[in-house]
T-cell receptor, first 113, second 116 residues
Framework: DQQVKQNSPSLSVQEGRISILNCDYTNSMFDYFLWYKKYPAEGPTFLISISSIKDKNEDGRFTVFLNKSAKHLSLHIVPSQPGDSAVYFCAASRGFGNEKLTFGTGTRLTIIP | EADIYQTPRYLVIGTGKKITLECSQTMGHDKMYWYQQDPGMELHLIHYSYGVNSTEKGDLSSESTVSRIRTEHFPLTLESARPSHTSQYLC???????????????FGNGTRLTVT
């Protein structure tokens, strides 16, 4: 049973516009959420995180929103740049410890120049 | 320059061979992890280590084994490779000595294993 779902396998966005990547989860006990970004032939790199006590966290062009009642989080990238083209993984955990992380299947974001 | 190194990057090997995937990190991180990922699928944790002489199994059952004799080194071994082991293997580390919450994972570039 997949507890973290990224229902859009791919997304194309025009350069300069907003990219919105979505993630749904089923386990209401999850209390920490992260986004990782992965370029081809490289390992994932940490992008941004949010704990369940917040509903928004911002870091430069990247903002993560958490809607606990809907069990939904989203990553907003504004403005989108060609270097943002990558696969984005959503991950969630219950409590501290990366060994408790559950990953989604990823969304491939393509920024069109 | 990468702080966590995995070798080899690609490996094609025949059924029944013994293989070791190497992973080393230069950051002094206490925790290390091995993930397995098939194309288009989520990352699954197969092994992790809290520190030297500590190894634990992850969520996904794996026939591989790991060891942690040195802080910086966390190799993964398959005694007898099979086609079902074909996958990408990602090593990661994190520093939990300085952070009170989840320290982000630092991943290596992975080893893509193909067993024929």
């Amino acid at each position: 049973d997949q507890q973290v779902k990224q229902n859009s396998p791919s997304l194309s966005v025009q350069e300069g516009r907003i990219s919105i990547l979505n993630c749904d989860y089923t386990n209401s006990m999850f209390d920490y959420f992260l986004w990782y970004k992965k370029y081809p032939a490289e390992g994932p790199t940490f992008l941004i995180s949010i704990s369940s006590i917040k509903d928004k966290n911002e870091d430069g062009r990247f903002t993560v929103f958490l809607n606990k009642s809907a069990k939904h989080l989203s990553l907003h990238i504004v403005p989108s740049q060609p270097g943002d083209s990558a696969v984005y993984f959503c991950a969630a955990s219950r409590g501290f410890g990366n060994e408790k992380l559950t990953f989604g299947t990823g969304t491939r974001l393509t920024i069109i120049p | 320059e990468a702080d966590i190194y995995q070798t080899p990057r690609y490996l094609v090997i025949g059924t029944g061979k013994k293989i070791t995937l190497e992973c080393s990190q230069t950051m002094g991180h206490d925790k290390m992890y091995w993930y397995q990922q098939d194309p288009g699928m989520e990352l699954h944790l197969i092994h992790y280590s809290y520190g030297v002489n500590s190894t634990e199994k992850g969520d996904l059952s794996s026939e591989s084994t790991v060891s942690r004799i040195r802080t910086e080194h966390f190799p993964l071994t398959l005694e007898s490779a099979r086609p079902s082991h074909t996958s990408q293997y990602l090593c990661a580390s994190s520093d939990t000595t300085k952070f009170f919450n989840n320290s982000p994972l630092h991943f290596g570039n992975g080893t893509r294993l193909t067993v024929t």
